[in-house]
């Protein structure tokens, strides 16, 4: 028989083995996750239908609604231009990836602020609480330009995001943007040495490409840097492909635009589970995305046109809907144009054109000129819609000539103000006669 001390001692290394358990399961860490769909409007569909799309992958691969928080604005699946309620694909003939999606942010609740704060823990709502040893996956879709990313009626600028991210607590930090001139918020803003690794749809002066177009929902399915990247996921074992297998899957197979990688790239080594899985990867039933090249692709800053001349082909009596939108970019670019003619010359053109080759060719160093100059031009101009946000970049180039948010606001004043703003002949004629179309340009 053993001896009373014996039994303590057994008793005690038994209590001691389960403590290190503990200590090593509490240090493996969790991981949490964060999806945005940041606009609203059924032409905007693609975007909901993304996050959708990422959504399932995470619960496919074992995570808990209680470790992800989504934001869409969810007005599209049960939207009267829906033919299908209740449903919203992501590729042509795709499974339905809205349901089980939590409605955590909706409508008016999907704004930046609340964005942030769930970052940080202190939300109205939903929350991630990553510890030291957590992993977090962030993916965000929607509209971008120079410097910023759209929500449905504000915008996040990139050194505002990335105060807030230099002020989590995590292990590591994934983040996939999906957005035009995406790579302009982490280009010269995101350290290499803070444990995060970012991967952009489009260096910081390009645009991004929706896809998909589907005759029976009348609008884009998917936006071909996630479609690419989502279905490759989709085929792929979490527990053995690594983040950068599927960067340079989807690098090699986007020729819309250079999708990029920022931030501490030795990040890249570690396989999709460490993000995208909770635990342990499950070997479970996978989506499997149809295969090959994403169809119909456009440039994003012209789908909300190219959708409006596609219903009007089937009803002319549509017809004024692309005049309205003509119009309304004919004003905007007569608009900046006087803006960027008086600030930066005659050869303005020329001064803000972009290199858009490399994953470094734009950045932005006067913030508060930037988003001051913004604000100034909508306040007389109107609210830039998504084709109008390609001109922060204009913008963008005049505050980094040293001149003052108050002039831009002056001149947009003087240009906008009172209706000055009139359609030239030779955009009337272009836009109103001949029905320049997007669609013959796209790749």
């Known amino acids: 028989p053993f001896s009373s001390a014996c039994v303590f001692a057994m008793r005690f290394a038994l209590l ?39 959504y399932q ?29 209740g449903n919203i694909i992501n590729r042509p003939d795709g499974p339905n990836v809205y349901p089980g999606v939590p409605k955590d942010y909706t409508g008016a609740d999907v704004t930046p602020k609340n964005f942030l704060d769930v970052l940080l823990g202190k939300g109205p709502k939903k929350n991630i609480h990553p510890t030291k040893d957590d992993k977090v996956f962030i993916n965000f879709s929607d509209h971008g330009a120079t410097g910023l990313i759209a929500f449905p009626n504000e915008y996040l600028y990139a050194d505002d995001l990335m105060d807030v991210l230099k002020q989590m607590t995590f292990k590591e930090l994934v983040f996939y943007l999906e957005a035009c001139e995406s790579g302009s918020m982490f280009s010269g803003v995101l350290p290499d040495n803070i444990h995060i690794f970012a991967t952009t749809a489009a260096n910081p002066s390009q645009s991004s490409y929706a896809c998909y177009y589907d005759d029976s929902r009348q609008t884009y ?16 074992d979490v527990n ?30 570690e396989v999709l589970a460490e993000f995208m899985a909770y635990k342990k990867a499950l070997a479970g039933e996978r989506m499997m995305q149809a295969s090959g090249r ?18 009007a082909k089937g009803n002319p009596s549509l017809m004024s809907n692309v005049d309205k939108i003509l119009a309304h970019r004919a004003r905007t670019d007569q608009a900046m144009a006087y803006v960027a003619k008086a600030t930066l010359g005659n050869d303005w053109r020329v001064v803000t054109a972009t290199n858009d080759d490399g994953c470094n060719s734009q950045k932005v160093e006067e913030w508060d000129c930037l988003k001051a100059s913004v604000r100034g031009f909508e306040a007389s101009c109107g609210k830039f819609d998504d084709y109008g946000l390609k001109y922060v970049s204009t913008l963008n180039t005049i ?16 240009v906008c103000s009172a209706h000055q703003v009139r359609l030239p002949v030779y955009l009337w004629v272009k836009y109103t006669v001949c029905r320049y179309s997007p669609l013959k340009k796209k790749k």
């Open 294 to 311: 994403p169809i119909d692709v456009i440039d994003s800053r012209d789908v909300e046109l190219a959708v409006a001349r596609r219903l």
């Open 399 to 414: 505050c980094s000539h040293h001149v003052d948010s108050a002039t831009v606001a002056r001149l947009a004043n003087e």
């Open 57 to 85: 992958i995470l619960k496919a691969q074992g995570f808990p609604d209680e470790n992800i928080v989504v934001f869409m604005y969810d007005d599209i699946a049960e939207s009267s231009q829906n033919p299908v309620k």
């Open 240 to 269: 053995t492909y690594t983040l950068k297998q599927n960067f340079d899957t989807v690098k090699a197979a986007c020729n819309t635009s250079h999708v990029c990688a920022y931030g501490d790239l030795s990040i890249e080594s």
């Open 221 to 236: 399915l998917g936006d071909v840097y996630s479609v690419l990247w989502m279905e490759d996921v989709d085929k792929q």
């Open 16 to 54: 001691a083995c389960v403590c290190v358990a503990l200590v090593a399961t509490v240090a493996a860490g969790t991981n949490w996750a964060v999806l945005v769909a940041g606009s609203n409007g059924y032409y905007n569909y693609r975007h909901q239908a993304d996050v959708c799309h990422a």
